[in-house]
């Protein structure tokens, strides 16, 4: 959870001291309390605040640098990058969008890229898909329409389900979308404050059930115009929920 950089964070072993610098100054620049542009403290004072050494903050620039936050300059310091070279395909830097709060614009955007990618991830599972891929997704899909699911549960058991079908895809770039695929699908679900009702988790099972009944018909237009109909609903949901927000 993100608390800002106002005081000192007590943090422990290398690994995990790590972590949670890179986690603290990375949700401290998507949330804007490093704003684009600006220099980050010095390495003293960054290593006094967060009490590791400079060995551990020097390793978390790399990591931030990595992910396209920051850039080191000789004899300037750490500058935050400009948004345009942020890694928006990396796990945290989506989450830590989500943490901070997003706009329908960037969900939307989320979506978007769903578009482009997870129907062709169907398409091709329904040529390449293995009778154990094919019965995971079963299973998986049936497990949708549990009655039991909360937001949190539907949201992960949803996760799944399409995690399962990019492996079964076979293309191992598909397989590099998951950190993209669960920012809009956790995402979207944070944005329903109300509990899952029967009637929903019944139709979010029957809709992944046409892709799962497609694939396994070996009928790639089926399956790709059955996983758009499910980014589809999605969207719309979010935009329902922004909408009721807004009123």
Not at 16 to 39: K, L, R, Y
Not at 63 to 80: C, S
Not at 123 to 133: C, G, H, V, Y
Not at 156 to 173: E, I, Q, T, Y
């Amino acid at each position: 959870m993100y608390n800002g950089l106002l005081g000192p964070v007590a943090i422990t072993g290398s690994r995990t001291s790590h972590g949670q610098v890179v986690d603290e100054i990375g949700m401290a620049i998507i949330c804007g309390e490093f704003p684009v542009g600006s220099i980050l403290p010095g390495d003293v004072e960054l290593a006094q605040r967060f009490q590791v050494s400079r060995t551990v903050l020097r390793e978390a620039m790399k990591t931030l640098a990595a992910k396209g936050l920051v850039v080191a300059k000789a004899r300037i310091g750490t500058r935050v990058t400009d948004r345009q070279f942020w890694n928006m395909f990396d796990g945290d830097v989506l989450t830590w969008h989500f943490e901070c709060g997003v706009s329908e614009d960037f969900l939307l955007s989320l979506y978007e890229i769903r578009l482009a990618f997870e129907p062709a991830a169907a398409a091709l599972a329904a040529e390449k898909a293995s009778a154990q891929d094919t019965a995971t997704l079963r299973q998986l899909a049936e497990d949708l329409g549990n009655p039991d699911h909360t937001v949190e549960t539907l949201a992960m058991a949803d996760l799944r389900f399409h995690m399962a079908l990019a492996n079964a895809s076979g293309n191992p770039f598909m397989r590099t979308l998951g950190s993209l695929i669960k920012a809009a699908l956790v995402g979207a679900f944070k944005l329903s404050s109300t509990p899952v009702d029967l009637r929903r988790s019944t139709d979010v099972k029957t809709t992944h059930l046409a892709i799962v009944e497609a694939i396994e018909k070996r009928d790639p237009a089926a399956a790709r115009a059955a996983m758009e109909k499910v980014i589809l609903v999605g969207r719309d949901r979010a935009r329902a929920s922004f909408a009721s927000q807004r009123g």
